[in-house]
């Protein structure tokens, strides 16, 4: 099985609310079309939520401890998360389909719980039903009940990690908009130096975290849930899905820049 993750920064346009980078999700569709046809894999895509979840989330600071005299404009709140996500993942699904990939999509917040903002209750036999049906379940980063903190953010790369966990996925793709981990974010910093495979925690420690607008960790959450991953032994690959064909070669199984998670 393959899992592919698109990151909302390669889809949308982070910097204006609900953008679509329509020519970039076109290609990108054509691309694991390709793939898709290519291979007698089961594939799973799951993608960011970009401009269109990020500022509800940042405005009713969903994620935040709150007072329950505040949680009616908190449930106002998630509740505006969900439907921004959903149109994100109504419009990229709508591309899939038109690129004539049979897309199931699978909102986390319709049957997903948190315990403390990690994932608790995931029943996976309905993706496993429409994954031995033939279709593809496209999955997002999403709003979820939390029993502890009532509210919680779920992201693209938390769905990653526990679907590729439990469904023994044996090749894990995430195309963002840099060719994986740097020793410093690339689009800040001119002498940032390419890391081509992280081993441990340590070997990011010095970096700074993202500079885009994001609730759920940016470049350094994204290794460390794929750190997660490869301590059950799954290794997965960071790379520049902005790079004509990349995403349709990795999908495939071959070569492509970016940075390669696993354990030594
Ligand atoms: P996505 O939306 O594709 O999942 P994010 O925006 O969460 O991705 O994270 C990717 C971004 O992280 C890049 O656009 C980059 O600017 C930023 N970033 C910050 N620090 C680093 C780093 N050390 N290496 C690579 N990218 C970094």
């Known amino acids: 099985m393959i ?50 979840g990020h500022p509800p989330a940042k405005k009713y600071q969903i994620g935040q401890p709150f007072e329950m005299k505040d949680y009616l404009e908190k449930r106002i709140g998630f509740a505006e998360v969900q439907n921004e996500v959903k149109k994100l993942n109504s419009i990229i699904c709508e591309s899939l389909i038109e690129h004539g990939i049979p897309v199931i999509a699978i909102p986390p ?44 953010v779920i992201s693209g790369d938390q769905v990653l990690q526990y679907i590729a966990k439990f469904l023994k996925s044996d090749r894990i793709v995430l195309g963002t908009d840099v060719a994986g981990v740097y020793t ?54 960071i790379i520049n899905a902005n790079e004509e064909g990349a995403i349709a070669k990795a999908l495939q199984g071959m070569k492509v820049n970016g940075t390669k998670i696993c354990r030594k």
């Open 109 to 152: 917040s319709s049957f997903i719980t948190s315990h403390n903002k990690r994932i608790y209750d995931f029943d996976l036999n309905l993706i496993k039903t429409y994954l031995s049906e033939g279709f593809v379940p496209v999955l997002f980063g999403d709003v979820v009940i939390d029993d502890e903190v009532k509210i919680a």
């Open 184 to 237: 410093k974010n690339p689009k800040t910093h001119d002498d940032a130096v390419h890391i081509d495979e992280v081993n441990s925690i340590e070997d990011i420690k010095f970096l700074e975290s993202t500079t885009n607008v994001d609730v759920t960790g940016g470049m350094v959450g994204k290794v460390k849930e794929l750190l997660d991953l490869a301590d059950y032994g799954i290794s997965s690959e």
């Open 3 to 52: 899992i592919l993750k698109i990151g909302g920064s390669i889809i949308t346009n982070k910097d204006s609310q609900r953008e679509v980078d329509t020519s970039s999700l076109k290609r990108i569709a054509s691309e694991i079309k390709r793939s898709f046809d290519n291979s007698s894999k089961e594939l799973i895509i799951v993608h960011g939520a970009g401009s269109f």
